[in-house]
């Protein structure tokens, strides 16, 4: 997971002797605490079962990626994820860029946008179960009802962002309402709805973790871990975080930043 | 090209303070092909004047009419150029901005591609079609707002202040290279200034607007062969009669301020 | 239209939308379509409210969730608002932190309850430490970010007028990274929110507004759940709007750093 940070320094040659460097000082840190991580566990501070040393966490992470266990909780959370999150993509942004065009959309929508928003996403978590029962079905709603506030909040913004000179300078070049929206009005409120998509994906990434630990589901990272701790699996708990941590990065670095780099940056809207 | 007829327009500003008057019963005619610009102090209702013709703004007496046709919103008989830098839109090219309004015209993609070339040779930007705006500098973005304005044709231009925003070096570049462009394409325009000299460099005729309520005070038509001067004695003497009905009461003592921004 | 007489139809409009979404809801839990358990009326959630509010019992709650928030919110800013201006000041110390939180910001809160329950047991210690997790990268973060952009400007000014490295310190770097203070601990103080009541869900004791609804859910006692939600939206509410809000007002706004609005 350090890749994000090493790859600052693309260029070979010259700087290949900087580009060590930089990898052995962002390796250091965690050379430090890994070590400081072995000689708690092999003093025996804690008991074994609840620290144990690295190697077994790592033997843990082979043996249970190898049988196929791991990939399977991964594959079927970020499945979960995706499709919340795209509910929440569509959902929330057909109401944000409606609050933002049509001033009586607004009026009514915000007021109850504002109520829902305060309210932390998990503690609709039981209402939830309650309603729509064990499962799929309860964490991928809460996880999309829950990430669409963010994604309204900043495409309303967006839109309400919209320059109103570029407004004017498209309808004097003919522009009619329809090809007005989609040439000037959302591309001129991406970068704030693309901020939108990646705080409701980041929310969407938290809540799902604990999600998947209320609502039962028989597969998923949350409930690995949620289920590990029964039997003190301390070693596959951390195996499963640890592929959070990485799922986690590489929503943010490989997604997000690509998608940001090719539009709004590219654009000089916003700098990198 | 066409000619500009108005007549008796009035604007009323509704503000939370009351309601102020922007314009009031303005009437002129613009010839085809003329270049008019339009002085005043700030606050004189110039740039609500050009915005009603634009358009943008519906006044509440009066009418407009452009070849005759009379002018309900905006329409594509006009361009605009506006002050602000920020008129491109940052997520296209400078050539697909200025292919813009020939997109919205349902111009062909190599067709419009071809124009929008040749309007950017005509500002001199042929060099950088694939830029983003955000590459260009003041000037050259401005180039670009004119390309675009010119692009898909219209037959009168309407420019606020474009080059308000620029150092003194580069607006002069580019009221040069406006009267250029203006020489090849013949279209009428109206071009709002508050610089005195900028307007007898460029204007066949000056129209001077005085606020509260914003009026046309008087007009003067600048005869002079083109290109201009700016040093010579009859171009001075134009710039002295314009801030004479400014207000300025330019003597022999202060030459200085003949060339400066009437209200800066 | 005057502004005064859209602003009023807005919030005419707003309140019907309130009051429509209501009836909505009140039309539905009386239909009897559904189970009475499952969608009470606005009466009985008042009353459940009510009751719970003069026995006493939502006060408790209250109170030990905002006990374990405090607890680990202002663990976070003990820990979080030095190591950040450490950071921004050092690059030693960035160069060893950054790797580390970059790889730590990623994993969310709630994915530690299960671990921290195995080494501390269920409850408050637990809870604040989970708490101390959410608060503290977003704190730290945006101190280090708001180090780093004080303006150099200010710096050489107040190196001219004399300042030393101590008074450059408190006098301008403090202040010039203040807005982003305050953005950090507004985003950890809603992030500690988010983690208290989940981890109350998730690594039950026997008391807090997270605890409260999840312990309704086995009872089917929606109502209770309810009741709690909007005692928990009311205070995070509060606290963003009156702490953070007027922590803000007092400061970085009336310096001008901050705009009011976005857009």
């Known amino acids: ?272 | 090209m066409v000619p500009i007829e108005i007549r008796d327009v009035s604007l009323i500003y509704d503000t939370p303070g009351g309601k102020v008057p922007g314009v009031k019963e303005v009437s002129l005619n613009i010839g085809a092909s003329e270049f008019v610009c339009i002085v005043g102090p700030s606050g004189c209702g110039k740039s609500t004047l050009l915005n009603i013709i634009a358009g943008f703004l519906t006044p509440a007496a009066g009418e407009i009419r452009i070849g005759g046709k009379k002018v309900d919103g905006h329409g594509m008989d006009r361009g605009v150029v506006f002050q602000d830098f920020a008129q491109l839109f940052p997520w296209r090219t400078a050539l697909g901005n200025v292919a813009f309004g020939l997109e919205m015209k349902g111009v062909p993609k190599d067709e419009r591609e071809r124009i929008a070339h040749e309007q950017l040779r005509l500002v001199k930007l042929d060099k950088f079609t694939g830029s983003y705006p955000h590459h260009l500098s003041g000037g050259m973005q401005q180039r670009v707002a004119i390309a675009r304005a010119l692009a898909y044709n219209p037959s009168v231009l309407l420019m606020d202040e474009p080059f308000a925003a620029l150092d003194a070096l580069t607006r002069d570049d580019m009221q040069r290279l406006l009267a250029e462009v203006w020489r090849e394409t013949r279209k009428t325009v109206i071009y709002v200034t508050h610089n005195v000299s900028e307007a007898v460099y460029l204007a066949d005729r000056v129209i001077v607007m005085t606020p509260h309520p914003g009026t046309v005070k008087t007009e003067i038509r600048i005869p002079l062969p083109r290109p201009r001067n700016p040093l010579s004695v009859e171009f001075l003497d134009f710039q002295k009669e314009l801030l004479r009905h400014l207000g300025y009461e330019t003597g022999a003592g202060e030459p200085a301020k003949a060339n400066g921004k009437a209200n800066a | 239209m005057t502004e005064t007489k859209q602003s009023r139809r807005s919030l005419v409009r707003g309140t019907l939308a309130v009051l429509g979404a209501a009836a909505v809801y009140e039309a539905m839990a009386r239909s009897g379509y559904f189970a009475p358990a499952l969608l009470p009326t606005l009466p009985t959630i008042g009353r459940t409210l009510v009751a719970m509010v003069v026995d006493g019992s939502m006060l408790e709650h209250t109170a030990f969730t905002l006990y374990r928030v405090m607890f680990g919110f202002g663990l976070a800013v003990v820990v979080g608002l030095p190591l950040g201006i450490l950071m921004g000041r050092f690059q030693r110390v960035e160069n060893f932190f950054l790797p580390l939180v970059s790889a730590l910001m990623p994993i969310p809160s709630f994915a530690l309850v299960p671990l921290f329950m195995l080494w501390f047991g269920i409850g408050n210690l637990t809870t604040i430490l989970i708490v101390f997790y959410a608060a503290t990268f977003p704190m730290m973060f945006n101190t280090w970010s708001g180090v780093r952009s004080v303006n150099p400007l200010w710096l050489r000014a107040a190196g001219a007028m004399g300042a030393d490295e101590h008074k450059l310190f408190w006098k301008v770097i403090i202040p010039g990274a203040s807005p982003f203070i305050i953005t950090g601990m507004r985003q950890a103080f809603l992030r500690s929110w988010i983690a208290v009541v989940g981890a109350e869900m998730i690594a039950a004791s026997d008391w807090g507004l997270g605890w409260v609804i999840f312990d309704a859910k086995e009872f089917l006692n929606t109502d209770i759940m309810l009741a709690s939600l909007i005692v928990i939206g009311l205070i995070g509410f509060a606290f963003e709007r009156f702490v953070f809000g007027s922590l803000e007002r007092m400061t970085v706004l009336r310096w001008g750093m901050m705009r009011t609005a976005k857009g």
Not at chain 1, 105 to 128: K, M, Q, R
Not at chain 1, 197 to 209: D, E, F, K, M, P
Not at chain 1, 238 to 255: N, P, T, W
């Open chain 1, 1 to 272: 997971m350090q890749d994000a940070i090493t790859t600052v320094a693309v260029d070979r040659g010259p700087v290949l002797a900087e580009r060590w460097r930089l990898l052995a000082r962002t390796l250091f840190p965690f050379i430090v605490v890994a070590a400081i991580w072995e000689i708690i566990a092999w003093v025996g501070i804690f008991p074994r079962r609840l620290f144990p040393p690295l190697e077994e966490v790592a033997a843990s992470f082979v043996h249970l990626t190898m049988t196929g266990i791991l990939p399977r909780h991964a594959i079927e959370t970020i499945i979960r994820l995706l499709t919340g999150f795209a509910l929440a993509g569509v959902v929330g942004v057909t109401i944000g860029v409606l609050m933002g065009r049509s001033r009586r959309a607004e009026d009514i929508l915000l007021p109850l946008v504002s109520i829902g928003a305060p309210i932390p996403g998990l503690a609709y978590a039981p209402l939830f179960l309650l309603w729509f029962g064990l499962g799929n079905v309860s964490s991928v709603l809460l996880v999309g009802f829950v990430s669409a506030f963010p994604i309204i909040f900043n495409s309303w913004t967006g839109v309400k962002a919209v320059k109103e000179i570029w407004v004017r300078s498209a309808q004097a070049m003919g522009a009619d309402d329809r090809r007005l929206f989609s040439h000037v009005i959302l591309p001129g409120a991406l970068p704030y709805i693309l901020t939108g998509l990646r705080l409701g994906l980041a929310q969407a990434w938290r809540i799902l973790v604990a999600v998947e630990m209320l609502a039962a589901v028989p597969w998923g990272l949350g409930w690995l871990i949620f289920g590990a701790r029964k039997f003190l699996n301390t070693d596959a708990m951390l195996a499963g975080i640890v592929v959070i941590a990485v799922i986690g990065l590489a929503l943010e670095k490989l997604v997000f930043q690509k998608i940001e780099n090719y539009t709004v940056v590219r654009w000089g809207m916003i700098s990198s």
